[in-house]
């Protein structure tokens, strides 16, 4: 699967992490219409529409320092590896119009400084996890498009910083 993901802009290659984005974004962390990652060290990984192929490579996880992941309108699929839960400053999680798998990994829960989460258009099933209300700083929360079942976990409650929640379509 990682072969897959270094067309264009050599990802997963075998030069330099900082290099992988082949020159084709700024140094500014705050622009979030760039392609590729932002370095020193890995903040920022964004391929909307980055021809991306395959499985989410559980690796993704050591990028301790990463706040904003969007891969949103790719070729996804499979599950979301477990170990993503792992990345404890992530602000940003948007892996909409996939064909991502399985359940919602309830691990998810643990990633607290999360401000915007998007599952939508994916073929998750199950239920939406309890766990997801932990978060606490969440402002936007996309799940519409899947195979969700259940009702909302009455935990979503106190989630007084949420403006948006998409859990149509299900």
């Given amino acids: 699967d990682g072969p897959n993901w270094s067309v264009g802009v050599n990802f997963l290659s075998e030069i330099d992490v900082c290099s992988w984005n082949n020159g084709l974004i700024s ?6 219409r ?10 920022l990984l964004n391929f909307v529409q980055g021809g991306l192929n395959g499985t989410l490579p559980w690796e993704l996880s050591l990028l301790s320092n990463l706040y904003f992941l969007t891969l949103d309108n790719n070729s996804l699929f499979g599950a979301i590896p477990t170990e993503l839960a792992r990345l404890s ?3 940003n999680l948007n892996l909409a119009n996939n064909s991502l798998t ?3 990994p309830t691990v998810l829960g643990e990633l607290t400084a999360l401000g915007q ?6 073929n998750f099933g199950g239920t939406i996890p309890t766990e ?5 700083k969440i402002t936007f929360i996309g799940l519409d ?3 969700l079942t259940g009702t909302i976990p009455s935990e979503f409650g ?6 948006v929640f998409f859990v149509s379509e299900n």
């Fill in 117 to 122: 989460f998007s599952m939508s258009g994916n």
């Fill in 158 to 163: 106190v989630l007084t910083a949420m403006e």
């Fill in 132 to 136: 997801f209300g932990r978060w606490t």
């Fill in 34 to 43: 760039m392609t590729g990652l932002y370095c020193q060290p890995v903040m």
């Fill in 102 to 104: 399985g359940t919602l």
């Fill in 89 to 91: 400053v992530l602000n």
């Fill in 27 to 32: 140094q500014d962390p705050n622009d979030t």
């Fill in 145 to 147: 498009q899947n195979h």
